[in-house]
């Protein structure tokens, strides 16, 4: 989870809220992108595809794809409907992941955030739930099914609680043991309060903090790890700023609604530029809520049950063959 | 904690907030009301005395004395700087304690919330800090310090968890064991960000959810349970709509400082009545924000350091001549 | 969880073990029992009706039933299995519950022991898998299934933490909501490691702890609650006495196979009295292992698994027509 | 914590452990060992120097220092006593850590074990009360006090749990990070139930599993990491069948002590070779207990406690003039 209050007023960690930022401003779709989108069993699956550096430039995400699921009911889902979602998250992941490993090619799993906070905890208890494999393929394989394939996987923890960058643990783990593949998964902030927990994003991008310049060495990527990169992010928290400027437009909304046309006060709401607005709430805010985050009061439960949607994904999509049913023999 | 977005407009746990509000409308003290202020050791203590019956319909509480603490370093303080703490919270408890038990009565201390909800846990875990001595003075009294009375305690859940009105619970447990004395510990939602785990409420009224017809069934106090009731609250969250119309504020602030005088606009600013403001984002947010909270995010480990204080707090209090060297021996 | 250390040698918590111990010293079924022995889909289900005083007597244990599941391989079972051993406790359940309330009253289900020690854990973690549904019949009847009845939880800790007999809060609570049936859920210590999170008990005759005077105020059962009161109860734990205990047996049993017949010590060893012995290890152990407890290494998880198994027979069992799929909508 | 069970018959992780076999079995000194101990503030103190390479194969541990603190009642010790022994920890530190760091150089602190499990736990514990300051120096030098030297800290997990040797994880980040010292905190498994949670060592020749061929690789020390290898242990399992075998001496003593002398049953007895005994108790056992494990009731805790102690043994050792006032303000 990236620090949740340094967002500029057009960072955000999702391809589809990039999208939608860059149409509501310029009216159209963006050049240079990509877009395929799929309803299926209650979620809205949205291909992006950013093929150009025109794309590139105007989204501010690297050139390549970002699968995002949209599953406004997950958190209501009985077990079966979760299975559901895992299934087809297995789907996209394979696709991408096909040509990446062969069967005996090892992935690395990382779950990075910090488990001391519980929205920002995703990435450590989806390894909870992960089969972790390797051990087992070099030790006994002979009591392992054959569609398995080697995964490993650790949890570096974060900057505050090792002093060291997640990144370098990484690098420092990928020297030694040579995976073919790395998966990154981490919580991350939306800019909208509906998207808490009901959204999956995944992208061979890898992660890419910022696009300033010297945050190249805390990059997850080929680039950095000279080997793909897979990220898996969901929206945990939104922060308090968004919060807030989300009330205020609503408010907005509702005046403008009311106010008599032509006068003086309709015109300097129309005129109000959202952006702007946005930046004067940061500034007024941070003080404040710097510190403060907003989550579902039931957050524990929420995780627990996303992280398990996540971690089975993963699992069929590892390991073609094996179903939901042997993973138990596997986890823990 | 009760139910945080459902809070009337005027509705606050906190009695400086209750005179607050009232001042910033009436410009002047409540009437009937007492109040007495001391600042010492980086602590704001505040004693409001609800005495007559017209203070008591102004500011919405009944009568009886609320003290309030507010240490806003009680989050970075060092263990020595929060035993200080503990040590005037315990004068002050004393001071309302000492005529209501003598050394051979029994305290029910409650630790009221919901145990699966870290901001909402508070009461439970001080119970886990607790010196809980009445099971030893019966069956071996000989190995307990002859300073110690009988203390017992019980974290009865929430309606959710149990089924069950809390209230019930409680007078069950007090109809059969008939303690003396009955002492609720409670997290509480606060109007301001800044009281956020700041703030500690001591109070002689009991608590009293809401002043409609009906709730009497629910309230803990002298009259439901037939003994003196001490609450002690600490706000340690913000609901969502407190935050959007904090944000509010200081934007309608400083676009007022910024709004040419004589204008329209900054007529209609000046006019916006607070309250009404307050209900209308009340009513615009809820279906957006019905279940979100405001937290820091370091809430554990806060709620950690601060259910310690309250719990030694109440040690000291409760066992007069016993230090918190002492404590360690009785708890666990 | 009683104390592990204090069992006398011929105390046990489970019916089936109090008979085997019968048999194997008087080589026949005890008098005034009925036994019934079933094996179905991997479990052993096993139900002991001590009909008559005498039988009472000699197994020490209530006049009532005794249903016991021995489910070997639960702990590597799959979920679906684990539904499956749901699906049959419910049934048993079903038989005892079926002549003692009716749709609308209301059940009270307890969840004995202490939260802080993972293995005494059981009856609290169990609550957080139940369908608590007795304030949703009450404040919003329209939007609970036909099926539901009344339930109602608590978890009231041990008097360690309280400072209150347990019996006395469970006492009071029914006095004020007035149940039809009680059902107690608690860890139990077993005789012998291979039960351990293997077996489990039903009882209809509640809990007494021990037989001796004055232990009558802690029982639970219908002459302290004036109502039925229905036992689950599962080994959690084995004392290390009897893991002392246990290892000198095997190890007498192959000194004795190996010894040469005829001989001094054959004749020694064979004359042993097993139960002398266990009162000799209790003598010499206890000042080491007073405070010891034997577990699995994975317990944790053991008892995530095993509570919903439990939680679930009981969801089955109360609401009939509740199939496993509506169960989540209810539980958290 | 290596797996407990398959100890051979004179293994233990403990150097003092080592010599009292020894000594027991010899009834003289080890030679080529060097033993000094010291008696102050309720702890005993012994320091044990293996010198010479007879030593070495003797106790079948590496050259080296270890200095072991037993302090009987580190479980009942107020806060106060508890820092003591953190003190006196922290001066045994300093004079192996002297002569290897300078001020300016880095330390990582590795947190060893499976934080799944609460015995196994006590490295990751001790990192979450530990000062982690490699990143404030590097960051905000400014904010620093100047005493402070740069530490930072890992718990890489357990292989069953990334499917990749610990050693290899340790290896990829020293690789990286190039710190000047290691020192790894581990629980360990003791020949005696009351050594549990008393005892702690501290020894400069890392961590070495086994003596066999082909675990080279899984040994942090000078030979493997490049750098000096400090290794804290603390007992917090015992094995089942250590408990078992303890038992059954116990048992020997007591019949040897009432056997009628030159009776052929006392010669068997005084005949029977402990060793082969325990092997023989492993024998039988293992099918039973392989997967057990004694602990004591309030593990969690002791847990929390004794991580504490450790922690500020390595606070005070690390930034000498830190006192454990200030810690509290870099700790979380």
């Known amino acids: 989870m990236k620090d949740i209050n340094k967002f500029s007023n057009v960072r955000t960690d999702l391809a589809i809220e990039s999208r939608e930022m860059v149409r509501e401003d310029q009216k159209r779709e963006v050049p240079g992108v990509e877009v395929d989108v799929e309803e299926i069993k209650g979620m809205k699956i949205t291909r992006v595809n950013i093929k150009e550096e025109i794309g590139q430039k105007i989204m501010g995400k690297p050139l390549g794809n970002y699968i995002t699921f ?34 005996d090619d090892t992935t690395l799993v990382v779950g990075l955030g910090n488990w001391n906070i519980t929205p920002d905890a995703l990435g450590p208890k989806v390894l909870s739930h992960l089969m972790v494999t390797r051990h087992l393929l070099e030790h006994i394989p002979d009591f392992v ?88 992010g969901i929206p945990t928290v939104v922060d308090a700023t968004t919060l807030a400027n989300d009330t205020i437009d609503l408010m907005l909304d509702a005046m403008i609604a009311q106010a008599p046309k032509g006068k003086e006060f309709y015109n300097m709401l129309k005129d109000i530029n959202r952006e702007e607005k946005l930046q004067l709430i940061n500034e007024i805010l941070h ?32 390991h073609p063959g094996i179903d939901l049913e042997d993973v138990n023999r596997y986890v823990n």
Do not use: F, H
Request: aromatic share 0%; with cysteine.
């Open 287 to 318: 003080p404040y809520v710097g510190n403060l985050m907003v989550t579902p009061k039931e957050v524990d439960l929420i995780m627990d049950d996303i992280s398990v949607v996540v971690a089975n994904g993963l699992n069929i999509a590892l």
């Open 70 to 103: 949209e599953i406004p009911k997950i958190r209501e889902m009985e077990k079966q409907a979760q299975e559901e979602v895992a299934q087809e998250m297995a789907k996209e992941l394979r696709d991408i992941v096909q040509d990446k490993i062969t069967k």
């Open 145 to 232: 099914d054959e569609e398995v394939t080697p995964v490993c996987a650790i949890a570096p923890g974060v900057l505050g609680l090792t002093g060291i960058e997640t990144s370098e643990i990484i690098r420092g783990v990928v020297e030694r043991i040579k995976p073919k593949l790395v998966i990154a998964v981490d919580a991350l902030a939306s800019r909208r309060m509906e998207r808490l927990n009901t959204t999956i994003q995944i992208t061979d991008t890898g992660i890419s903090p910022g696009s300033g310049v010297g945050n190249e060495r805390k990059a997850l990527n080929q680039e950095t790890l000279g080997i793909p990169v897979i990220a898996i």
